[in-house]
């Protein structure tokens, strides 16, 4: 038995898609939110949104809130609590930061489950391709004052998306370096569509944010 690292975002979901490819018995999400503010860490996505998607998915969500200070320790302790289930290991979703890759690992070798990271070292620009080329529909949630404004929150992740990152000097194209985050709203691992039905941008402490108040689950067609 397998779990994913679960954000909604393009990157988790892309490495779900993947290790499922590979014969990977996926049975949770695994979600952290903050404890103070009740949305999903990095991210910013209400909480009650990630369970919307899981159920789209049709994969169980296990959300757990995490202090500041004890994001590790919670991490962890989830985990260990599926071992007895037969837990095996984690997928990430993690592309080329390489402390990434070796936090991730260290914890997982810790708790005594593998590590499993089905899109690292795979070039941004093909991340993206594999991504859109199966399918999948995305829109972005976060973005970075220095790279975007209030109303490019909602964007839809298109290839028209991946030529303006092109033209931003230092942007990375998957937002690796937290330049943008991503909600994914329909794609071939979705049963139902999720439909954003209100939003509106919101900057907080400078950062941009897609505050998204409501949604429903959409018959595909």
Same mark, same amino acid.
Request: hydrophobic fraction near 40%; include cysteine.
């Given at each position: 038995?397998?779990?994913?690292?679960?954000?909604?975002?393009?990157?988790? =979901?892309?490495?779900?898609?993947? @290790?499922?490819?590979?014969?990977?018995?996926?049975?949770?999400?695994?979600?952290?939110?903050?404890?103070?503010?009740?949305?999903?860490?990095?991210?910013?996505?209400?909480?009650?949104?990630?369970? @919307?998607?899981?159920?789209?998915?049709?994969? *169980?969500?296990?959300?757990? *809130?995490? %202090?500041?200070?004890?994001?590790?320790?919670?991490?962890?302790?989830?985990?260990?609590?599926?071992? *007895?289930?037969?837990?095996?290991?984690?997928?990430?979703?993690?592309?080329?930061?390489?402390?990434?890759?070796?936090? =991730?690992?260290?914890? =997982?070798?810790?708790?005594?489950?593998?590590?499993?990271? %089905?899109?690292?070292?795979? @070039?941004?620009?093909?991340?993206? +391709?594999?991504?859109?080329?199966?399918?999948?529909?995305?829109?972005?949630?976060?973005?970075? %004052?220095?790279?975007?404004?209030?109303?490019?929150?909602?964007?839809?992740?298109?290839?028209?998306?991946? /030529?303006? =990152?092109?033209?931003?000097?230092?942007?990375?194209?998957?937002? +690796?370096?937290?330049?943008?985050?991503?909600?994914?709203?329909?794609? %071939?691992?979705?049963?139902?569509?999720?439909?954003?039905? $209100?939003?509106? *941008?919101?900057?907080?402490?400078?950062?941009?944010?897609?505050?998204? $108040?409501?949604? /429903?689950?959409?018959?595909?067609?």
């Amino acid at each position: 038995m397998y779990v994913v690292s679960w954000s909604g975002g393009k990157d988790s =979901c892309l490495a779900l898609h993947k @290790a499922r490819q590979l014969g990977y018995e996926v049975s949770y999400l695994v979600n952290f939110i903050s404890e103070t503010h009740q949305r999903v860490r990095f991210h910013g996505s209400p909480k009650d949104l990630l369970k @919307a998607q899981a159920e789209a998915i049709g994969i *169980p969500l296990l959300q757990r *809130p995490t %202090p500041d200070d004890a994001y590790e320790q919670v991490f962890k302790q989830t985990l260990r609590d599926l071992l *007895p289930e037969g837990l095996e290991g984690m997928v990430f979703g993690d592309i080329h930061l390489e402390d990434g890759l070796q936090w =991730c690992r260290r914890v =997982c070798a810790e708790v005594g489950i593998e590590a499993v990271h %089905p899109i690292f070292g795979t @070039a941004p620009a093909q991340v993206m +391709e594999d991504f859109l080329s199966a399918g999948f529909e995305a829109r972005i949630i976060s973005g970075r %004052p220095d790279y975007f404004s209030g109303q490019q929150m909602g964007w839809k992740l298109n290839r028209a998306f991946v /030529e303006w =990152c092109r033209l931003r000097a230092g942007l990375d194209i998957c937002g +690796e370096n937290g330049e943008y985050h991503t909600v994914v709203v329909d794609g %071939p691992l979705f049963r139902q569509r999720l439909e954003i039905t $209100e939003s509106r *941008p919101a900057n907080v402490n400078g950062h941009w944010f897609l505050d998204i $108040e409501s949604w /429903e689950l959409m018959v595909k067609a």
